[in-house]
């Protein structure tokens, strides 16, 4: 089935970020000298950086999290999304630090909550050419 919705926009600078998802790896940017992760790429902010982010590499991540806050959309913003409504938005505070924010999946929104631990699973969409990050909940306690 072809693919009808908004293309993600891979360019240069986070194209090895969308190479690691095809491979079912989470990607994070992370400072070689003081070991921070980052999302999106940035130089990192506790020391000065080397010309061109030499000191900065991308680096398989945990995919953990827990939803720090969430929305339900009950109306798509673009009709490609019309079948997919109700569905969560999240912003998800990963176990490395950063936020990510993308859909949560595999539950009803309406059992959804805040604090509620997740991890990032890979929707293949390999006649595109990319894989999606998106998250599901785990079945532990929040933490
Ligand atoms: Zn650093």
Known sequence: ???TKPRPNIDGDIQPFWEGLKNH??????????????????????HDNQPFAANMKWEPASGRGRIFT???HHWAFDPAFKEDVPYVYA???LDEGPMFGTNIVG??????RIGQRVEIVFEDYPEEGFTLPKARILEE???
Do not use: H, K
């Open 1 to 3: 089935m072809a693919y």
């Open 107 to 112: 539950t009803p929104p309406d059992q959804v």
């Open 70 to 72: 969430f929305n339900v």
């Open 91 to 93: 912003l998800i505070e």
């Open 25 to 46: 790896q989470f990607l994070l940017y992370r400072c070689q000298q003081c070991g921070a992760w980052y999302w999106p790429a940035a130089f990192c902010r506790f």
């Open 141 to 143: 306690a929040p933490s």
